[in-house]
C-alpha cells in the first residue's frame, strides 16, 4: 500500500500499520465501482496488537477481528440493505459503536476513538437515509416528483383553434368609426354624407346679398390684419426693426380691428 494511499485514510489519528493491513485485504474484496469511504480502528488503553476496525464503502460496511496473532483476519459484512440503524456510546477511553442488521445478532466494538467514532456515525446514517429515501420513491414513484412544475393548464397548440377567440378587431374597427365621427373634416372629406342628419346648404336670397357682402369684407380685413402682425413678427425675429418699433406698428395695426 503506497504512502500517499495511507495518508487519506489516517487523517484521525489512525495506526498507519494496522490501517496497511486492513486496507490490504479490503481493497482484495470491493466490487465493481466500490470504494472504501473511510476506516476506523480500534485503540484500547493496553497495548493492543490486534485491534478491530470498521470499515466503510459506498455499499458495505465491514467489520474486522485479528486472529491467530494477526495472521488472518474475520470479517462481518453487511450491505446497507441489511443494516437497520447504527449507534455509538461515548465513554472515558473512546466510544462503543454497535451496528444493528435487520436480522441476527447486533455487533459492538469498543474503544473506537471518539472523532472517529462520530465520523463513522455521520458516514452510516447518511447512507441509511439515503437508502430510505430511494425506498421511499421507489413505493410511492409520486414522492419522485413532488418538486416537478404542474403544467394543469398547457393546452397543446394543435387544439387551440377549437377555442373560443376573442377578436380585437371589432373593438379596433369602434375605435375607428369613433374617429372618423368625431372628425368633421376627415368626414368631409372621405365620406360627404357621414353626417346625419344632414343640414341643408343654404342658399343667400336676393334680400341677403349686401350682408354677405359685409361679412366677406370684414374676413377680408381680419386676413391683411393677419397677414401684417405676422409679416411684423417676422421682422422682428430678424432683427429687422427694435422692439419698440414693433410694439407700435402693432398697436396700429389692432388699432384698425
Known amino acids: 500500500m503506497e504512502n500517499y494511499q495511507l495518508d487519506k485514510y489516517a487523517q484521525d489519528g ?14 482484495d474484496m470491493l466490487t465493481a465501482d466500490e470504494e472504501v469511504n473511510y476506516v476506523a480502528i480500534q485503540k484500547k488503553p493496553a497495548v493492543n496488537l490486534l485491534p ?31 443494516i437497520k440503524d447504527i449507534a455509538f456510546k461515548e465513554e472515558i477511553f473512546g466510544s462503543k459503536v454497535t451496528v444493528i442488521p435487520y436480522t441476527g445478532e447486533n455487533l459492538t ?50 387544439q387551440t383553434k377549437d377555442l373560443p377567440t376573442t377578436s380585437l378587431e371589432a373593438p379596433i374597427a369602434i375605435n375607428k368609426q369613433v374617429e372618423s365621427n368625431t372628425d368633421p373634416i376627415g368626414a368631409s372629406f372621405n365620406n360627404p354624407s357621414a353626417f346625419s342628419p344632414q343640414t341643408p346648404t343654404s342658399v343667400p336670397t336676393q334680400s341677403e346679398p349686401k350682408a354677405m357682402q359685409a361679412l366677406d369684407h370684414t374676413i377680408i380685413e381680419d386676413d391683411e390684419l393677419t397677414m401684417k402682425l405676422k409679416k411684423l413678427k417676422s421682422l422682428y425675429d430678424k432683427q429687422l426693426i427694435t422692439q419698440a418699433e414693433y410694439e407700435s406698428k402693432k398697436a396700429e ?4 380691428l
Open 14 to 27: 489512525q495506526d498507519p500499520k494496522v490501517l496497511d493491513k486492513v486496507l490490504g485485504k479490503i481493497l
Open 52 to 82: 478491530d476496525s470498521i470499515t466503510v464503502s459506498n455499499k458495505r460496511i465491514f467489520l474486522g477481528e485479528f486472529t491467530k496473532l494477526g495472521l488472518a483476519t474475520n470479517f462481518e459484512i453487511f450491505s446497507w440493505q441489511d
Open 109 to 158: 466494538i469498543d474503544y473506537i476513538p471518539k472523532t472517529q467514532a462520530r465520523k463513522l456515525y455521520q458516514l452510516i446514517k447518511a447512507a441509511l437515509d439515503n437508502l430510505q429515501a430511494q425506498k421511499q420513491v421507489k413505493a410511492d414513484p409520486k414522492m419522485g416528483i413532488e418538486n416537478k412544475p404542474k403544467f394543469d393548464s398547457y393546452i397543446p397548440q394543435d
Open 253 to 256: 395695426i389692432l388699432s384698425k
